[in-house]
C-alpha cells in the first residue's frame, strides 16, 4: 500500500483544514487507515482511525469533537477534517495504513504504511 497525504497550510486559529490521504495497492480499501501528527522534538502521536470494515472510528482525546476522520473507498481516500484549529495543533501530519483486515488501533506501531507527511501549520 502506498499513501500520499496532501491539504496542509497555514491556517488561522479558529480555521478549518481538510486533509486528504489517497491509497494505492490492492488492498487498500480493507485497511484500517489513520492519522497521527508530530512537533519536531516530540514523539509522534495518535489523531485519528477508521476502521475497514464498517467505518468506525476513534479519536485522541485531544481531538474529539473538533477533527472528524472519514473515508470514500471509491476514491481510495482518507480525509481528516480538522475545525476550531489551535497553534497547539501544529504539526506535521501523517497518514497510515495497516495490513489488510487488520483491526482498528490506535497504537502506532501496529500501522504497517506510512504516507511522506503534511504540514499543518495555525497561527494565534
Known amino acids: 500500500v502506498q499513501l500520499q497525504a496532501s491539504g496542509g497550510g497555514l491556517v488561522q486559529a479558529g480555521g478549518s483544514l481538510r486533509l486528504s490521504c489517497v491509497a494505492s495497492g490492492r488492498t487498500s480499501r480493507s485497511s484500517s487507515m489513520g492519522w497521527f501528527r508530530q512537533v519536531p522534538g516530540k514523539e509522534r502521536e495518535f489523531v485519528a482511525a477508521?476502521?475497514?470494515?464498517?467505518?468506525?472510528?476513534i479519536y485522541s482525546d485531544s481531538v474529539k469533537g473538533r477533527f472528524t476522520i472519514s473515508r470514500d473507498n471509491a476514491k481510495n481516500t482518507v480525509y481528516l477534517q480538522m475545525s476550531s484549529l489551535e497553534p497547539e495543533d501544529t504539526a506535521v501530519y501523517y497518514c497510515a495504513a495497516r495490513k489488510p483486515l487488520a483491526a482498528l488501533t490506535m497504537d502506532m506501531t501496529a500501522y504497517d504504511y506510512w504516507g511522506q507527511g503534511t504540514q499543518v501549520t495555525v497561527s494565534s
Open positions: 477508521i476502521s475497514w470494515s464498517d467505518s468506525s472510528t
